[in-house]
């Protein structure tokens, strides 16, 4: 059972109980707030955050493979379900029935996705373009959390567009909202900082309502939650139109991909931790499931939680029963707590939501990625040498300029468009040996000009595949330093740093073994790995350059003339 159902648990240990259960009192404490703040960011009613969780929590357990990791609703992808819900609604439609059938589509993706075994469709979203739309996304939900904040009216649209709005009520703000939240705020992020282990937000939420009530803030002006309704969602298919189904797909697969990469990251952070294996298809499957109940439950799309799998894996949890535990309790508040949540200012909404993707603001990493530049780096590959930094910033930009899919696309397309003039311009090194013993090594001589070249020999080393995308550019660069050998009798490419070839490279190695011949030296090859030597067998081009087991045995060869020439 366990094998294919409740992967998870293999293993399960009931010693583990004991950790599991309070750690799921862990999560319930943060996730309650915290899925109320990302319902409001999809546009819908804050208990639709509730509804999401539930399913989510337990559904995840039965096919996803990860032992901490929290699927639920989360900023990223509640922004973008606010962005695809709110074209199609333009048209006319329900946008909470909308954003129901997001969650819907988003699922079917997951799960044929997996079934098709498309786990490494992640490895197209990039760390750096996952991050630049990551900071992109999280700036543009803070600026439009900023008028609850502060008791304006928001625009809408873009980043910049909803900056420009804000900048033009400012004159409006509303006293008594700037005082509830910049203290919510404030009192957010000393918790944060002074308490860690203390769920912040549950604190503030519940002082806040406290407060209001109290000091009856509602009837002062305070704009609060209002009504809630109790008791458990209404499951079925959420009711809209086969067009507008349709219409939410394409989008789908962009929230898929965002939410699949997200939560595969955090479940293999803590699965490294604890020394377990993760399946991204199985992942795939759990994401799917888990949103095909938040769907059919009248909640949002759903995904793994980096921030709240880090409170579950701090407070102990060992399995899924820790997320089961904080479903169950996540019930409870639906059957019998949800009129506390009544009274809960929106200016205190606002900066929980704003404390929680603050930190998503990551200009550390940006810095990071920025400072990836030697000068060495630099010269080799001039405009790309930046390239992770580049695809970072365009996704970025997108984000702020575009909104959120037209953002993560733009983002990929730039991190692909740069990886292809990385490739279509290779590093070529001059190689001098150390020593003069069998088996030397051979090093840079750029990076060791200590180390002189074998006079009348070349060796270069690729680094990188050798394709039909950079062969020209190859061939030309090792003609240009050929040149430049004084009595040039042979030139000696390594295959160490060169994983791959096909047959276009094949064919320009004879043309350059005759560019070479033509000015009195020759071509050979060397420590070619097996891959680029069966590539080499099976083209069969005539007049191709021998290939010698190391570079020793190449130079060698030349200066016996036993079988170079």
């Known amino acids: 059972m366990t094998g294919f159902l409740l992967p998870s648990f293999s293993g399960y240990r009931r010693s583990w109980l004991r950790g599991d259960v309070i750690a799921g009192l862990a999560v319930w404490a943060v996730l309650v707030p915290e899925s109320l703040a990302y319902a409001t960011i999809a546009g819908v009613p804050p208990v639709v955050g509730l509804y999401a969780a539930v ?29 695809l819900v709110a074209d199609v609604a333009r048209d006319g439609g329900d946008p909470v029935a909308l954003t129901a059938a997001l969650a819907l589509a988003t699922g079917i ?29 999280a700036l543009t939900i803070m600026i439009g959390q900023v008028p609850d904040l502060i008791g304006v009216e928001g625009g809408s649209g873009s980043f910049f567009a909803k900056t420009w709005a804000l900048l033009g009520q400012l004159g409006g703000i509303d006293p008594l909202t700037l005082v509830v939240g910049l203290v919510s705020l404030a009192a957010l992020v000393v918790i944060r900082r002074t308490m860690p282990l203390l769920p912040g937000s549950l604190v503030v939420v519940l002082l806040a309502i406290g407060a209001a009530a109290l000091l009856g803030l509602e009837d002062r002006g305070l704009a609060v939650v209002g009504h809630i309704d109790a008791g458990l969602p209404r499951a079925g298919i959420p009711d809209v139109t086969g067009p507008q189904f349709a219409e939410l797909l394409g989008g789908a697969v962009g929230v898929m991909l965002i939410g699949f990469a997200e939560g595969l990251g955090a479940a293999k952070t803590y699965a490294a931790r604890e020394g377990y294996d993760i399946d991204p298809n199985r992942e795939l499957a759990g994401l799917g499931i888990s949103n095909l109940g938040a769907g059919l439950l009248s909640g949002m799309v759903v995904n793994g939680s980096l921030s709240k799998t880090a409170v579950n894996a701090g407070a102990g949890a060992r399995s899924q029963v820790s997320p089961l535990t904080a479903a169950a309790l996540t019930v409870l508040t639906l059957l019998f707590l949800t009129g506390v949540f009544e009274q809960l200012p929106q200016a205190t909404l ?27 780096l630099a010269r ?7 390239a992770d930094f580049m695809a970072a910033g365009a996704a970025l930009l997108g984000v702020l300029l575009f909104e959120t899919l037209p953002g993560l696309v733009i983002g990929i397309a730039a991190s692909l468009v740069l990886l292809l003039a990385r ?6 090194a001059v190689l001098a040996p150390v020593g003069d013993e069998p088996g030397r090594p051979w090093v840079d001589s750029g990076r060791n000009p200590d180390y002189p070249t074998v006079p009348g020999v070349l060796v270069v080393r690729v680094e990188g595949p050798l394709v039909f995308a950079n062969a020209e550019y ?7 330093l050929a040149s430049d050998v004084h009595g040039l009798r042979l030139v000696v490419l390594d295959g160490r740093a060169m994983p791959s ?20 030296g020759d071509l050979a090859l060397a420590e070619g790995i097996g891959q680029v030597r069966d590539v080499l067998a099976r083209a069969g081009q ?24």
């Open 474 to 480: 190859v061939r030309t660069r090792v003609r240009t």
């Open 501 to 520: 070839i096909d047959v276009t490279a094949t064919t320009m190695l004879v043309q350059l073994r005759s560019d070479l011949r033509a000015i009195g």
């Open 542 to 565: 005539e007049d191709e350059p021998p290939l010698y087991a190391t570079l020793d045995e190449a130079v060698a060869a030349e200066r016996t003339g036993d079988g170079v020439g």
């Open 55 to 83: 399913p989510a929590l337990a559904l995840y357990a039965l096919a996803g493979t990860s032992r901490q990791l929290v699927v639920a609703p989360m900023s990223a992808t509640a922004a973008l379900s606010a962005s």
């Open 423 to 428: 490739t279509s311009r290779p590093r070529v």
């Open 109 to 137: 993706a997951a799960l044929l996705a997996g079934l098709l075994r498309l786990g490494f469709l992640a490895a197209f979203i990039s760390e750096p373009v996952l991050k630049g739309f990551i900071v992109g996304l």
């Open 350 to 376: 606002a900066a929980v939501v704003i404390a929680a993707v603050v930190e998503l603001v990551d200009v550390r990493s940006l810095r990071r990625l920025w400072r990836v530049r030697t000068g060495r």
């Open 380 to 386: 080799a590959y001039q405009v790309t040498a930046r």
